[in-house]
Structure formats: structure tokens, C-alpha cells
């Protein structure tokens, strides 16, 4: 994947409000229901979801600014010199799916991934001689899964998706940490931060069962709605004539755009709850919310700012109170 700050067309120096800013814009314009007639949308706006999933949260990108994790957010697994990041079962470049094994799984016991033992590899490792100073010297040290256990073989992945994809469902692709890419079934109504198993479909080492691929499921930020749980929430932009004069404005809901009802001398801020239009989840529909956004006309305007000058004087009010 490119480097998430030229997918956003943002410098690294870049505040937070203008990666924001820049990913709204590009949102809005790759989305793939604005280009149904281009093939490369559906991609592009993946993988501009995915860098603002890096660089739009705070942590995720002092982690990629230190090179701790690549732009696809997977650690860069900072090795042992001299080996090579080669041999054993791993996830990916470099040792961080190897583990130390003492005995009672097949081949005995011993480092799986490596031909001889578990002394043999801690003599090349501390340059020891006799296996009793070197065991003394492995004393110093903790490996993973001490007590020493059966080989960790599940492989973990993220998988973002659109608030449409999450809505209907999809079939999407995914790269596993191993290098494998496979399709992977988005049913309708998934959650962020849901766990999709896929059996099988982690690593392998003789003697045991394959591991599972373990999917986390993250939906990508809308350009239009907001997710509060099962509920959807947006601003609505209205013009000063339609609050105080009430009328019907249409609303965009993932069904489709409905019309409201504005009471007069509508307040900005005042929210109005669509029923039944929010996201279907867990066996539970949630609704959407619409917060009224008083918009007045671009430039300066004579008429309105006579009329309000008049108003000024004539009906004066403090929105404000006493504060």
C-alpha cells in the first residue's frame, strides 16, 4: 500500500484537522456510489480508508511515523541480526511467530523451526560450550508461552469496510499477515470491532492443526453519517427561510432519502429522530438523527442584512441569557 500521507495528499506535518479535512473532500469524491461507472472507485476508496485509519488516529500514526507499523498498520518486526528472518513458522517477516519448545509435541523438543535443539540453537545464540552452562545462561531469559506450550498458529488481520458493506454485506479481500490473501464474506449487519474466524486458514507446523485466521472487522468513516452504536447520526443544513417558514426537507438514510417535516421557527441544534433508520444489528434496528444546521447564503447578501439590521433594532433577543 502507498504511504497513507500521499494517499490523503497531506504533508507528515499535517494537523489533524487538515487530514480530516482532506479525507472528507477525497471521501466525497471516490466514493463508489458517486463513480459506479469506474471500476478502480471501489479500490481507491479502500485504500484511502485505510490510510486515514492510520494517519487519522492519533496513536496509529506517531506508531507510523516511528516506523514501529507499516502503512498497512502491521508491526515491523525489528529481528535478531544475523539470522535473517528466516525458518520456523512465522506471520510475515521476522521471528514473531516463533516459539521455544521443551518437549511432549512431535519431534521432541527443542526450537520448532530449527534442526537441532533447544541447546544447539542457545550455544550458536550465548556461544556456550557444554549444555549445562548453557542452560544456566538460558535461565536469564523469558520466551514466549513459559511454561513452554503448543505453537501459537492463529494469525490475526484487520479488514475495513464501508457503512454500506457493513449495512448489506460483502465479499471482500483480505491479506493475512502470512503473506496469504483470501475472500472473505461480510454478512450483512456486522459491527466494528466484530471477529470474522476463518478455520483453518492460519499457519501450520508438523504434527498439529492448522491455526484459524482471526478477522477484526472495522467500518470506515462515512462522509455523511455518523455511527453512535446501532444509531446513525447527521447534520442537517437547512436555509434560514425553511426554519423560521418550517417546511419539507429531504433527508439521506442508507434506505434512501426521505422527506421531513420542519416546524416552524426551528432552532438550530434541534434534532429529529427517524425511526427504523439507523443500522440492523444483533437483532435490534437502530435511528437515525437528524441535528438541524441553520446555512446562510454564500456572500454578502444587501437584502438580508437590512432586514436583519431592522430586525436588530426593532426585536432585539439574547439566545444567550445571562451568560
Do not use: C
Amino acid at each position: 500500500m502507498r504511504d497513507p500521507y500521499d494517499v490523503l495528499g497531506v504533508p507528515k506535518s499535517a494537523s489533524a484537522g487538515d487530514i480530516k479535512s482532506a479525507f472528507r473532500k477525497l471521501a466525497k469524491k471516490l466514493h463508489p456510489d458517486a463513480n459506479k461507472n469506474d471500476p478502480k472507485a471501489a479500490t481507491q476508496f479502500a485504500e484511502l480508508n485505510s490510510a486515514y485509519e492510520i494517519v487519522g488516529d492519533e496513536d496509529k500514526r506517531k506508531q507510523f511515523d516511528r516506523g514501529e507499523i507499516d502503512a498497512e498498520g502491521k508491526p515491523r518486526f525489528q529481528g535478531f541480526e544475523g539470522f535473517g528472518g528466516r525458518g520456523g513458522a512465522r506471520g510475515g517477516n521476522g521471528f514473531e511467530q516463533f516459539h521455544f519448545r521443551t518437549g511432549g509435541g512431535p519431534g521432541g523438543g527443542g526450537f520448532q523451526g530449527f534442526g537441532g535443539g533447544l541447546d544447539d540453537l542457545l550455544k550458536g545464540v550465548f556461544g556456550g560450550g557444554g549444555g549445562g552452562g548453557t542452560r544456566a545462561r538460558a535461565q536469564q531469559f523469558e520466551f514466549e508461552g513459559s511454561p513452554f506450550a503448543e505453537p501459537t498458529l492463529d494469525v490475526n488481520a484487520t479488514l475495513t469496510v464501508s457503512l454500506e458493506e457493513a449495512v448489506n454485506g460483502a465479499q471482500k479481500r483480505v491479506r493475512l499477515p502470512t503473506g496469504k490473501e483470501l475472500n472473505v464474506r461480510i454478512p450483512a449487519g456486522v459491527t466494528s470491532g466484530q471477529q470474522i474466524r476463518l478455520k483453518g486458514q492460519g499457519q501450520e507446523a508438523p504434527g498439529y492443526r492448522p491455526g484459524d485466521a482471526l478477522i477484526t472487522v472495522t467500518i470506515a468513516p462515512h462522509p455523511v453519517f455518523r455511527l453512535d452504536g446501532n444509531d446513525l447520526r447527521i447534520d442537517l443544513a437547512v436555509t434560514l427561510y425553511e426554519a423560521v417558514l418550517g417546511g419539507k426537507v429531504r433527508v439521506p438514510t442508507l434506505q434512501g432519502a426521505v422527506e421531513l417535516a420542519i416546524p416552524r421557527n426551528t432552532t438550530s441544534g434541534r434534532t429529529f429522530r427517524l425511526k427504523g433508520k439507523g443500522l440492523s444489528a444483533k437483532g435490534a434496528t437502530g435511528d437515525l438523527f437528524a441535528t438541524v444546521r441553520i446555512a446562510l447564503p454564500d456572500g454578502a447578501d444587501a437584502d438580508l442584512e437590512a432586514l436583519m439590521r431592522h430586525w436588530q433594532a426593532d426585536k432585539p433577543y439574547n439566545p444567550r441569557g445571562d451568560h
